[in-house]
C-alpha cells in the first residue's frame, strides 16, 4: 500500500489538511496517509525542514512526503518535487527541502508544472490542495516522477551551515526548541566529550550527561539527543524559558 505523508502549518481547525486529504484520496484511493504533523508555526519553512528531517529517511523506499509551508504561495516561487534515496518529497521551492538534500546520498528535482497532474484553475491562495495535493497523489499512484515537469537543477536552500570549529571550541546555534523546552543544536556528538563544558543564553550549563535522569529536578542536561547533536535540556522543566533562549540563538562548546 502506497504511503504520504502529510506535514504542514494549516493546523486542524479549518479543513485545509482534510482538504488535502479529500484530493490525495480522490486520485488514490488505496494510500494510506499519515499526519507528519499540521503544527508547524504558521510560515516557519525552517521550522518545517526541520520537521522534516526527522522523518523522512525512516519510511520506505516509494513513500511520497507532501510537505506545504508555504508563505509565498501565489508568487513566482516554483512547486517541486525531489526523488531523494528514493522516497519522494512534494513542496514548494522555498528551502523546505534543504535538510533532505544535504542527508540524501542522491537526489533529482523536478518543478510541478503540467496541467494534468493539477486540480482545474487551481486557487492561488491553496496550493497545497490544488498543486501539491495532486502530484503527491499521482506519484503515490505509480506515476513517472519526470513526467510532472521539467528538471530543477538548483532548487532554493537555506543557508544551514556546520558551526564554527575549532581545536578546542564549538559555536553552534539552537536549531529546534521542541514542545518540552529542550533545546536541539546544530553541534554533532561526535565533535565533544564527556569532560567539554556548554554555556546557553550567557550562562554555564555543565558538562554532558547521558540521560535526563542523570541530573535533579530543575537542573540543566546537557545529553546527545535523539537527533544525534547536542540537546540542552532541564530536568522536569523548560530550558527555554529558563534560559530566555529561542532557535537561532548561539550555544558554545569547550574544553
Sequence with gaps: MPVVTLLSDFGTADGFAAAMKGVILGIAPDVQLVDATHDIVPGDVEGAAWALSQYWALYAPGTVHLAVVDPGVGSARRAIAVVADDRYVVAPDNGLVTRVLQAAT???CVEVAEPVYMRPQPSST????????PAAAHL??????ERLGPPVEQPCLLSIDPPPRGEDEVEGRVVHVDRFGNLITDIPGEWV???WLFEVGGRHVGNLRR?????GVGEAAVVIGSAGTVEISMRDGSAAKEYGVARGDPVKARR
Design 211 to 215: 540521560t535526563y535522569s542523570d541530573v
Design 126 to 133: 491553496f496550493h497545497g490542495r490544488d498543486v501539491f495535493a
Design 140 to 145: 503515490a499512484s505509480g506515476l513517472a516522477f
Design 193 to 195: 566529550e564527556s569532560s
Design 106 to 108: 542522491s537526489w533529482r
